[in-house]
């Protein structure tokens, strides 16, 4: 009972550990983490995507995605994909789209790839790029300007859509497929571009080449502006910022310095800022980069992204981060976990391109990207696990050495009852017959008869019951002994020993050679009984002065020697045992017990010597007591 109460009262104070661990997490602050620190989550989507080639995303205004596909437009709302059907001419078709924007009159601008620029309102669907005569044109970006002026890249070109006129710039030249976005305000009313001749500025009407400021600025393939008003230039080799000069001339060059800012192993595939100042960049084959007050910050493969090949970046209204990869699909990166979209989700698109940020060329949305790690994830968590599994397993030990001990309570105090039950019954009833014995053998004495069978035959039978007393009262002895079960032979000699009544008259000393071997209980026992035996028999019939007991341990084997100075008797007298006198046969029955030899040297006035050697190997083998013949009782 009082271990159940203990194990209980440990419990509860473990649960008090563990709920103040709780408080410790619901109250701390997150943290802000770094892409190397973040932790992928899965989250999962019902329906899968009509093609696998995604070329861009974006938002509506009522938050639910829009995708372009090969096959035309889709919408994700979190669960499923739909096709958003495109009416061209009164019919739906469906178109390949590489582009779209939502204008300010929640108006749909859609750049096809191979049908130019279709402008979707709620009176229907308009091809603007037909209409001013320009057929089979391949649309690379649109871009909606702070005026409300449509930018239009196209394979062949830049174009503008200003007061339902289609205007051309020929000046800045083509734009092949590896110019992944390919215009950007500069904030002072002007416009750069990107085209497969290199960077341009156009302003006023004017569009004038900006040659590279520094090697990194060679081979552009990005211009984005971030939420911060600042101007970023991608390259093949790196990210630059063009920090705009105070009381400059009217050349572009004269306006901004280029400043390097991070260097990039493959080409950059995607540029993105967010309300906190930092701009994420996508490569071709390095995964994605942080640019932030902090230094750079680099995710990819090895760290948790599912590609490294990035194709696309967007920020939605819900301050989630989107990334389209070659072959990892597409992931959504919430609250600094990135969260892949591939197969198993439903998402078969193996290829994201160009991904855009709202008509003004700036982010949908601003995330702050915090995450806190999860609670099992808590040192104070695993401390809480630690301590509760050390408090069982102490419990545990305790209520099993606790039952231990009862049982072994018990099997003493069973031992002591029948100790007593032999000690007033069968002892009284030896000790009764011994005294018959004895009145009788006076009789025979009295009148003379002490030579005749009768005689000898009593004689026999008061050495039998002398003999079984003396073992009835080792029995007994053993039942009551409450020492500690040893398995070291030295120290139970010396306990025995050391309790015998008649020490104090006799000498007696023990000695051990040798390094001592520990031994199993049950062979200790049968050779302190055997020491046991040989000191009484000298005591009982020498009349020693001086008894020496000898205990050496050799290498393979132990030899125990009792040795006295007493009368001694003929070797001829061991059949003694036929007339009642049984401690020899005893000792020898033991001996073999334990799978060793017992030797005896005695010659009368010289004392007797009994020798018992017994091997390692023997006393671990099991014994048999079945081979064993005991002689002197007829068995």
């Given at each position: ?37 973040s ?15 995604v ?24 669960q ?53 005569g320009?057929?089979n ?13 449509l ?43 990107v ?106 493969s ?14 939605d ?204 209980p ?20 020498a ?28 070797a001829a ?63």
């Open positions: 009972m009082h271990a159940v109460v203990g194990f209980a009262r440990g419990l509860v104070v473990l649960l008090l550990v563990f709920l103040v661990a709780v408080v410790a997490h619901a109250v701390e602050p997150p943290t802000n983490v770094h892409p190397s620190e932790q992928n989550q899965d989250w999962r989507v019902e329906g899968s995507l009509p093609q696998k080639d070329h861009m995303i974006s938002q509506r205004p009522d938050g639910v995605l829009v995708l372009a596909t090969s096959s035309g437009l889709s919408t994700f709302d979190g499923r994909f739909q096709s958003l059907p495109i009416e061209i001419d009164g019919h739906t078709d469906k178109v390949a789209v590489n582009a779209m924007l939502y204008g300010r009159d929640n108006d749909l601008w859609i750049g096809t790839d191979g049908h130019g620029v279709l402008h979707h309102t709620s009176s229907g669907t308009e091809n603007i790029s037909e209409r001013a320009r057929f044109e391949r649309v690379r970006m649109l871009y909606q300007d702070a005026q409300g002026v930018w239009i890249a196209t394979q062949n070109g830049v174009r503008r859509f200003i007061n339902g006129r289609m205007e051309i710039l020929p000046e800045a030249g083509m734009i092949s497929d590896d110019i992944v976005a390919p215009i950007a305000e500069d904030g002072r009313g002007g416009m750069f571009f085209t497969s001749s290199g960077l341009f500025h156009w302003q006023g009407g004017l569009v004038r080449h900006v040659p590279p400021g520094t090697p990194a600025a060679k081979s552009p393939v990005a211009i984005y502006r971030d939420p911060q008003y600042r101007v970023w230039l991608g390259t093949t080799t790196g990210v630059l910022q063009l920090v705009p000069r105070k009381n400059s001339a009217q050349g572009p060059s004269d306006q901004f310095t280029m400043v390097t800012k991070a260097s990039v192993p493959s080409p950059v595939t995607a540029m993105v800022g967010d309300a906190a100042g930092n701009l994420w960049v996508g490569t071709r084959s390095d995964g994605i980069l942080r640019l932030g007050p902090d230094g750079v910050s680099h995710w990819s090895r760290n948790g992204l599912p590609d490294d090949s990035v194709r696309s970046l967007f920020v209204n819900e301050q989630n981060l989107w990334i389209g990869m070659l072959t990892g699909g597409l992931s959504r990166w919430r609250n600094g976990a990135l969260a892949p979209y591939g197969k198993p989700e439903g998402f078969h698109a193996t290829f994201a391109a160009n991904t855009l940020a709202d008509n003004h060329g700036d982010p949908a949305a601003t995330p702050a990207i915090l995450q806190r790690s999860h609670f099992y994830q808590t040192w104070y968590f695993y401390l809480t696990v630690a301590l509760l599994a050390a408090a069982v397993a102490v419990q545990l030990f305790r209520r099993r050495v606790q039952l231990m001990k009862g049982r072994i309570g018990i099997v003493l105090e069973e031992r002591n009852r029948i100790a007593c039950e032999y000690h007033d019954t069968l002892m009284a009833g030896f000790a009764a017959i011994s005294w018959q014995l004895e009145a009788t053998a006076k009789l025979f004495q009295d009148t003379d008869s002490a030579a005749t069978p009768a005689a000898k035959s009593c004689e026999l039978a008061r050495s039998m019951v002398s003999h079984c007393q003396a073992e009835a009262r080792r029995i007994i002895w053993d039942l009551r002994d409450t020492e500690e079960v040893t398995n070291i032979l030295s120290q139970a000699l010396y306990r025995t020993l050391a309790s015998s009544h008649i020490q104090g008259a006799i000498e007696t000393t023990l000695d051990v050679g040798g390094e001592e071997v520990a031994l199993s049950g062979c200790v026992h049968h050779l302190v009984c055997i020491g046991q035996e040989a000191v009484s028999n000298a005591i009982r019939h009349q020693p002065s001086h008894i020496s007991v000898h205990l050496k341990y050799e290498t393979n084997a132990l030899q125990l020697t009792i040795r006295d100075d007493g009368r001694g008797f003929h007298d061991r059949s003694a045992s036929r007339r009642g006198h049984f401690g020899i046969p005893v000792m020898e029955e033991r001996a073999r017990k334990l799978g060793g030899t017992l030797h005896l040297q005695t010659s009368v006035g010289v004392g007797t010597e009994v020798t018992v050697r017994v091997s390692f190997n023997a006393m671990r083998k099991p014994v048999n007591q079945e081979h064993h013949v005991i002689r002197w009782i007829g068995i």
